[in-house]
């Protein structure tokens, strides 16, 4: 049967108006496909430390590789993130929308998020992380944000204090992003900050650096301004209230800090190494999530104190930046809660210094001093911290000269000391002259107590080869320095735990008296580098089992663990007490009591109380026999010693008795 054109039916009149719509819908989802979309709240930051939320929408097939870019400043191109995530760190990543909150540091410029889409067949085995994770590629960009910004880019932050080399004095230091006339008020009531003083204001430029990542545009940010002020004329032992800042640009919030005096023999101080910082992202080099507790622990010490002056010491490796310079950021946001209440004291480490052109890196260092400063040849450090004295050792290059190598001060009952590691220390150097003639002047009747302080130590039991060179010479060199002019406590760091050791001269504990004390006043030497750095070789290893180490450990060493924290010292003209408190609990975990006469008492920590246990009735007549047994013995013993006695009175015979220790 054949259909007439005129008796087909029109397929346009078989549409209803439900059916159109519908045909519309599905033409639609077949040809089209909604654009990823990235907003955030809130639309500025107030301050450093602030959080934003960001939310993302209508990521088509999500990938677990897909991720979220950090940018600053906002125009920064894509391979040039500060840090990232990855979606899947959202629970609802799978359904194509999510959202992150985190806090942000300011950084002087705006910031822009981007989210990519990364295959695991683009995957680059070269191109990785400091933990040797793959860093996502850039090469599909799904969406990018509005640019996210702070309501002031230029007001202080970053406060930190700093003694002087007057006791009467207080330097504070602070950022600002336009370096504009800045000044420090400061007295002694917060509604008294009658005194007024200006600030000097320097800077660092990118040519500054000395090799990459350092002087890259992967790495370098615009640092900011630094600014110096110094409160003066302080009223021993009294609590200051101070801000930071200017009228046109912005105040800071009110601080305060509790003045040296030169009178107190009592001295308070929390010291460790190796710190460094975290972020709330994940970034080019592994950060140290550990330091956020170090830092929580020595601020609540602190509160403790009340208006009892104390510091802090910080013996290398600070931040662990190493040449991306928004790390320096985001550390002293980290340690400005403790760090604008009391001074903040620092020594120069690897990770701060060392590139390969330094100039001072003799033959038998040339596997010790590599790149482990990023590029940043001690720029930086010098500039954003001014220790008393005014050590300093020239470049070489365009980059300024390296400061705060060594230097001294006195802080109660003890006379601390810095020295460098990684500039010349060798006899004839500047700084072996000064660190000779410091510890031969010191009064001891004013300073009972000498510690020094250096970022690479004198001894340790890690399994630490390539660094022998250095020992070999501090020990021939300091150690005898040391020694000789009584130095009570050497603290190092470098090593990434805690070890502390007996008095120590020539890897040779001093002798022991009666009670258990150290005779001798040789130094204790204790490696306090575990506040924060994760990363560590094993201890000294067996010489026939190189993968296992030496247990229980050598002699001299005392007391070695590897839980992350801190040291606290507290001393008065009579004794020094030198605690390690450890991250976990906040608890002291190991002790040493040193007496101005130079004994050295060991301790530990306190015995915890054993929940008491329900003994089963039988045990008391097994303990009746065991007394009555014992009584019958010792009354053998007794008997044997009294006839002993007496046959010693007998020419021809002798009586010995057993050295306890024998037993």
């Keep these: ?43 500025t930051i107030k301050k450093s430390g602030d959080s934003v939320e960001i939310r993302w929408s209508d990521v088509t097939s999500p990938s677990k590789f897909d991720w979220l870019g950090i940018y600053s ?186 003045s040296r005096n030169e009178e107190s023999d009592e001295t308070t101080a929390f010291l460790f190494g190796d710190m460094g910082t975290t972020t709330p992202y994940a970034t080019f080099l592994r950060t140290q999530s550990e330091s956020t507790s170090t830092i929580k622990w020595i601020l609540r010490d602190i509160e403790a104190l009340g208006d009892r002056p104390a510091f802090i010491s910080h013996i290398g490796d600070i931040s662990y930046a190493r040449g991306y310079a928004w790390l320096w950021d985001n550390f002293f946001n980290q340690i400005e809660p403790v760090a604008s209440q009391v001074a903040y004291h620092v020594c120069i480490g690897n990770h701060e210094y060392d590139w390969p052109s330094q100039p001072w890196k003799p033959d038998w260092s040339a596997a010790i001093y590599g790149k482990d400063g990023g590029g940043e040849c001690g720029v930086p450090y010098s500039l954003k911290f001014k220790m008393p004295g005014n050590s300093l050792e020239a470049t070489g290059t365009h980059a300024p000269a390296t400061r705060n190598l060594y230097y001294s001060f006195d802080m109660g009952a003890v006379h601390f000391v810095y020295m460098s590691t990684e500039t010349n220390f060798l006899p004839g150097s500047n700084q072996y002259n000064f660190i000779k003639n410091d510890l031969e002047a010191v009064d001891r009747k004013k300073t009972p107590f000498v510690v020094v302080q250096g970022h690479r130590p004198m001894y340790t039991t890690s399994n630490e080869g390539r660094d022998a060179p250095i020992r070999d010479r501090m020990l021939q060199y300091y150690e005898p320095l040391f020694v000789k002019n009584n130095v009570t406590l050497a603290l190092w760091g470098h090593v990434h735990r805690y070890e502390r050791f007996c008095p120590l001269h020539n890897y040779t504990c001093a002798r022991m008296g009666l009670n258990g004390e150290y005779q001798e006043g040789y130094p204790v030497h204790v490696v306090i580098g575990m506040a924060g750095q994760d990363w560590q070789p094993i201890w000294e290893p067996r010489p026939d089992h190189p993968n296992d180490p030496i247990f229980p450990q050598p002699k001299r060493s005392l007391y070695r663990g590897g839980e992350f924290g801190y040291t606290r010292l507290v001393a008065t003209k009579e004794k020094l007490t030198f605690s390690y408190v450890g991250n976990h609990d906040g608890e002291v975990h190991d002790m040493v009591e040193i007496f101005a006469s130079g004994r050295a008492v060991s301790g530990g920590k306190n015995a915890e109380t054993k929940p008491e246990v329900k003994e089963p009735a039988f045990s008391h007549y097994v303990k009746g026999a065991i007394i009555l047994l014992f009584t019958a013995f010792m009354g053998c013993v007794v008997g044997f010693i009294l006839r002993s006695r007496k046959e010693a009175a007998v020419p021809g015979n002798s009586w010995t008795p057993v050295k306890t220790q024998e037993i």
């Excluded at 054949?2 to 033409?27: D, E, M, N, Y």
């Excluded at 400061?186 to 009658?194: K, L, T, V």
Aim: with cysteine.
């Design 1 to 43: 049967m054949t259909i007439l054109p005129s008796q087909r039916p029109s397929l346009i009149l078989l549409f209803t108006p439900t059916t159109t719509l519908l045909f519309l819908v599905l033409l639609c989802a077949t040809t089209s496909s909604a654009t990823p979309t990235i907003s955030f709240t809130p639309k």
């Design 73 to 258: 400043p906002a125009n920064s191109s894509s391979d040039h993130f500060i840090g990232y995530f990855f979606l899947s760190s959202s629970p609802t990543w799978e359904n194509g929308h999510g959202s992150l909150s985190f806090p942000l540091i300011n950084l002087r410029s705006s910031y822009q998020f981007r989210i990519f889409r990364w295959t695991e067949s683009e995957i680059n085995p070269k191109k990785i992380d400091h933990d040797h994770n793959p860093l996502p590629g850039t090469a599909h960009l799904l969406a990018q944000s509005e640019e996210l910004g702070f309501e002031n880019l230029h007001v202080p932050e970053q406060v930190h204090l700093a003694f002087t080399d007057k006791e009467d004095e207080m330097r504070v230091m602070f950022l600002t992003g336009d370096g504009r006339e800045s000044f420090v008020k400061y007295g002694e009531g917060e509604e008294e900050m009658e005194e007024t003083t200006g600030t000097t204001v320097v800077r660092y430029e990118r040519e500054d650096m000395c090799d990459s990542p350092a002087n890259h545009s992967i790495g370098w940010r615009d640092p900011g301004f630094i600014h110096d002020g110094i409160m003066k004329n302080l009223k021993k032992g009294k609590r200051y209230y101070y801000k930071v800042g200017s009228d046109s640009g912005g105040w800071s919030m009110t601080y305060s800090f509790v």
